[in-house]
């Protein structure tokens, strides 16, 4: 069976922040794809990385760089691996963004192939699942 390009939601890495967006890097959108990608396992092409910037937001109470994030796949996280992701992804964001690793949360989010959708069905009915 072929696997189609996928363009659609999994994985999505999305990021809330109280960073302005003109202090957001050029090449942070790139190259977050590339690193979410290489953390998975999965293709670029399958990657979706959403910022969003300049948000009204505080983090116990100050309005110090922090951030709130959501990374969703199908498969490729877990309670050990969510550890490892952790901590590239937080290594990352503070080399990138100047958001401290206390600063911010990354809530992880399995999702079941029947639960996205893409290209008027789902990816439970592409991958042939069960």
Do not use: W
Not at 77 to 84: A, F, I, M, Y
């Amino acid at each position: 069976m072929s696997v189609p390009v996928v363009f659609a939601n999994m994985p999505t890495f999305t990021l809330f922040t109280n960073v302005p967006q003109d202090k957001i890097p050029k090449d942070f959108l790139k190259d977050t794809t590339e690193l979410v990608a290489n953390i998975l396992g999965k293709p670029q092409s399958y990657c979706i990385v959403h910022v969003i910037p300049d948000q009204l937001m505080t983090m116990g109470g100050t309005g110090d760089p922090c951030a709130a994030a959501t990374l969703m796949s199908i498969g490729k996280l877990g309670t050990e691996l969510n550890k490892s992701h952790s901590a590239t992804l937080y290594t990352h964001i503070e080399k990138q963004l100047g958001i401290k690793k206390n600063r911010m949360y990354i809530t992880y989010r399995d999702e079941d192939m029947a639960n996205i959708g893409y290209d008027g069905t789902t990816f439970h009915q592409i991958f042939g699942g069960k």
